[in-house]
């Protein structure tokens, strides 16, 4: 942040793709061919306070993805991303976990002093998880949550001024997004997996009266619809956290 300025700006950092994601994921009981494919990318997303440095999400391994067959492709490791803004993951004060999916924490336990923020429902759901949810986890799943420093929380959450954590759930237990005051406005960083076409469907879609999309993967579809509303409804700039086209600016937002 610099200093007397009253936002902050958000650095995304990717780390790889999924080049074949099937489309068809993206949108909940609507027809879509199962041959489609996507290209989507997860992310980290550096935000800097006056007194406290966040990392959102710990983000994945590309060879997680690699070993499940994945056509994935390694952008960087989130040390060498925190390198690129001459930081390392010691630095890091805090990491946000929007939710517990393995593709956004496999990284946690590589931050040696941050705490993790997470939602006390997402916490219990990945220490418990549903059987279905089980699964379809890696089988060292419960490895990547041992000696984690967690820092619970409940429901919405203002970290300060220009940072607040609003409780998203529906496409996991107790998911959070991460609201950022910037330069463009507010920035909702999604804490539900989705991509820019969630929010803006193919004509067919809208057609039928889906203004938005959410995806299949959801443990409670209300819940998940009703997130994505606040989001579309609170956010001046939305960020879905899989959009592979931020790629194209990913120097920062705001
Ligand atoms: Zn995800």
């Not at 950092?13 to 068809?24: D, K, Q, V």
């Not at 994505?228 to 194209?248: F, G």
Request: negative net charge.
């Amino acid at each position: 942040m610099m200093p007397g300025s009253n936002h902050y700006s958000i650095y995304p950092l990717p780390l790889c793709t999924n080049e074949s994601f099937p489309r068809a994921h993206l949108h909940w009981m609507l027809p879509m061919s199962s041959e489609e494919r996507v290209r989507d990318c997860h992310y980290v997303w550096y935000i800097e306070g006056p007194s406290a440095k966040y990392l959102v999400d710990a983000g994945i391994q590309a060879e997680r993805f690699i070993a499940k067959n994945v056509k994935s492709v390694h952008i960087q490791t989130v040390d060498e991303a925190l390198n690129k803004l001459g930081l390392e993951v010691g630095d890091i004060d805090y990491v946000i976990v929007t939710h517990a999916h393995h593709d956004h924490i496999a990284n946690l336990r590589q931050f040696p002093k941050a705490k993790a923020i997470i939602q006390r429902v997402e916490l219990e759901e990945a220490q418990n998880p549903f059987p279905y949810a089980k699964l379809r986890l890696p089988p060292d799943y419960p490895e990547l949550l041992k000696g984690v420093r967690w820092e619970i929380i409940e429901g919405d959450t203002q970290i300060d001024d220009n940072l607040e954590l609003i409780f998203t759930p529906g496409h996991s237990a107790g998911g959070q997004s991460v609201a950022v005051k910037t330069a463009q406005g507010k920035a909702i960083i999604t804490g539900f997996c989705c991509m820019q076409e969630n929010f803006d469907p193919p004509a067919e879609f809208k057609k039928r009266g889906y203004a938005f999309t959410i995806g299949s993967s959801h443990v409670n579809p209300v819940a998940l619809y009703e997130s994505t509303q606040r989001v579309i409804e609170t956010a001046d700039v939305i960020i879905p956290c899989h959009e592979y086209n931020n790629l194209k600016d990913v120097t920062k937002i705001g």
